[in-house]
C-alpha cells in the first residue's frame, strides 16, 4: 500500500495527482472527508467496483456513494441535478448534505445496484474535493473500513483494519467526524428524507420553501 501525507485543508496537488494514478488504474485509495475516512474508486469501472466490494465485503445489493468536486464535475459526468436539488446545492454544498439524483449510464451497476439513482455530495473538506478534481470525475466515497464495522475518522486504524488490502492511503491526519451527511431525495413533488445527518430537516425543507 501506498501511503501520500498532505494537509487536510491545503493538500499538496501532486500528491494527490499520485494518488489519483493508482485510481485511474483501477485502485482502491482510503481518504478523508469532513465527517469520515472513505474509500475512493472509480465509479465507472467495474473491475475497480468488484475490489471495493472485495475489500469491505459488502453484499452487492448496497448502494455505493459518490462525492465530487463540485456541480460543474457531476454535470460533466452526465449528472442531472433537477431545480430542487439545485437549490439544496447551491445552499449546502460544499458540506454535509448528499442528493440523490439519477445515475448517469457511465456508472459501473453496482454503484447503484440496480436502482436507477446515486446519491452525492460534495464534501467540506479540501483534499477531497481535490482528489475528486485530480481524477476528473467523481470518486466513490463509502466509509473507510469493513461492513459491519465501525467507521473511523482515524487514519491509523484505516491502516489496522485495510492496510493489506488498499492500493494506498490519503493521510491528512484524523477527519472532523461528527454526525453522517444527511440524505435527501429531492427529485419528486415531495422532498424525501433518507437518512437524517449533519443538515436539519427543518433547514432542507426551509431552503425549498
Known amino acids: 500500500m501506498l501511503e501520500f501525507r498532505v494537509e487536510a485543508g491545503r493538500p499538496d496537488r501532486h500528491t494527490l495527482h499520485r494518488a489519483a494514478a493508482l485510481l485511474r488504474d483501477g485502485g482502491v485509495v482510503a481518504y478523508p472527508t469532513d465527517t469520515l475516512y472513505g474509500l475512493a474508486a472509480n465509479p465507472a469501472s467495474a473491475a475497480a467496483m468488484a475490489q471495493l466490494y472485495r475489500i469491505k465485503g459488502r453484499p452487492v445489493d448496497l448502494a455505493i456513494p459518490l462525492i465530487a468536486s463540485g456541480t460543474g464535475q457531476i454535470e460533466a459526468a452526465g449528472g442531472v441535478l433537477d431545480p430542487a436539488s439545485r437549490r439544496l446545492a447551491e445552499a449546502f454544498w460544499p458540506?454535509?448534505?448528499t442528493l440523490v439524483i439519477p445515475a448517469?449510464?457511465?456508472l459501473d451497476a453496482?454503484?447503484?445496484a440496480g436502482r436507477g439513482t446515486v446519491a452525492i455530495r460534495v464534501p467540506d473538506l479540501?483534499?477531497?474535493r481535490l482528489l475528486a478534481d485530480a481524477c476528473g470525475w467523481p470518486i466513490t466515497s463509502t466509509s473507510a473500513n469493513r461492513s459491519g464495522d465501525p467507521a473511523t475518522e482515524d487514519p491509523d486504524a484505516v491502516r489496522v483494519a485495510l492496510g493489506g488490502l488498499l492500493d494506498g492511503l490519503i493521510d491528512a491526519g484524523p477527519s472532523p467526524g461528527g454526525e453522517p451527511s444527511t440524505i435527501?431525495?429531492?427529485s419528486g413533488a415531495v422532498p424525501v428524507l433518507i437518512r437524517a445527518g449533519a443538515v436539519s430537516w427543518d433547514r432542507v425543507l426551509e431552503c425549498l420553501l
Open 184 to 186: 435527501v431525495d429531492a
Open 126 to 128: 479540501p483534499v477531497a
Open 104 to 106: 448517469w449510464p457511465q
Open 110 to 112: 453496482h454503484v447503484h
Open 95 to 97: 458540506g454535509p448534505l
